[in-house]
T-cell receptor, first 113, second 115 residues
Framework: GDSVTQMEGPVTLSEEAFLTINCTYTATGYPSLFWYVQYPGEGLQLLLKATKADDKGSNKGFEATYRKETTSFHLEKGSVQVSDSAVYFCALRGNTGGFKTIFGAGTRLFVKA | EAQVTQNPRYLITVTGKKLTVTCSQNMNHEYMSWYRQDPGLGLRQIYYSMNVEVTDKGDVPEGYKVSRKEKRNFPLILESPSPNQTSLYFC??????????????FGDGTRLSIL
């Protein structure tokens, strides 16, 4: 079945450092890919998405490119801030299986001032 | 304000005592879903509904029931809760039942502790 694998955390960075969180997937067909962010005590919020190969999703300085050849959707940000501290989830949603969203295990990011 | 509202936010209860977690959305969304979040496992789908009176099992449906009598509401029912159902639960919705590129909108979560 479809699955998402993302790097384990926690990831600890200093403010203004470069961030990469790796995400790879397996899926039949052509799923849409998402990054969600979860702040403490809150639900998940959409960060960015890409719906087809070579699409780049971007939001709030974060970027991720849908790479079909490597089945990857890595999240990047050039300069993180303390306010970016959160848990990040990579996810896919396909056209089968009731349009279920499959989530990775989540990566916790800590940013130090 | 567009939102998904879950109640209660926190609940501590005992094994075997039936409970219901309510979920309501005000966006006229067709698709609704319940997830549980456990450390190291991400979110796993419990049940989903593609429209009123249409529900189906997700990956971990055992011990749970749902109903979708109205478009806006999708309650999660634990008929006889057990300690292994202690978890953080999220309700989510998205506009259409047949479009994969739509993200889901999540409630703030319900933390259940079953003693």
């Amino acid at each position: 079945g479809d699955s998402v694998t993302q790097m384990e955390g926690p990831v600890t960075l200093s403010e203004e450092a470069f961030l990469t969180i790796n995400c790879t997937y397996t899926a039949t067909g052509y799923p849409s890919l998402f990054w969600y962010v979860q702040y403490p005590g809150e639900g998940l919020q959409l960060l960015l998405k890409a719906t087809k190969a070579d699409d780049k999703g971007s939001n709030k300085g974060f970027e991720a490119t849908y790479r079909k050849e490597t089945t990857s959707f890595h999240l990047e940000k050039g300069s993180v801030q303390v306010s970016d501290s959160a848990v990040y989830f990579c996810a896919l949603r396909g056209n089968t299986g009731g349009f279920k969203t499959i989530f990775g295990a989540g990566t916790r990011l800590f940013v130090k001032a | 304000e567009a939102q998904v509202t879950q109640n209660p936010r926190y609940l501590i209860t005992v094994t075997g005592k039936k409970l219901t977690v309510t979920c309501s959305q005000n966006m006229n969304h067709e698709y609704m879903s319940w997830y549980r979040q456990d450390p190291g496992l991400g979110l796993r789908q419990i049940y989903y509904s593609m429209n009123v009176e249409v529900t189906d099992k997700g990956d971990v449906p055992e011990g749970y029931k749902v109903s979708r009598k109205e478009k806006r509401n999708f309650p999660l029912i634990l008929e006889s809760p057990s300690p292994n159902q202690t978890s953080l639960y999220f309700c989510a919705s998205s506009p259409s039942r047949v479009v994969a590129d739509q993200p889901q909108h999540f409630g703030d979560g319900t933390r259940l502790s079953i003693l």
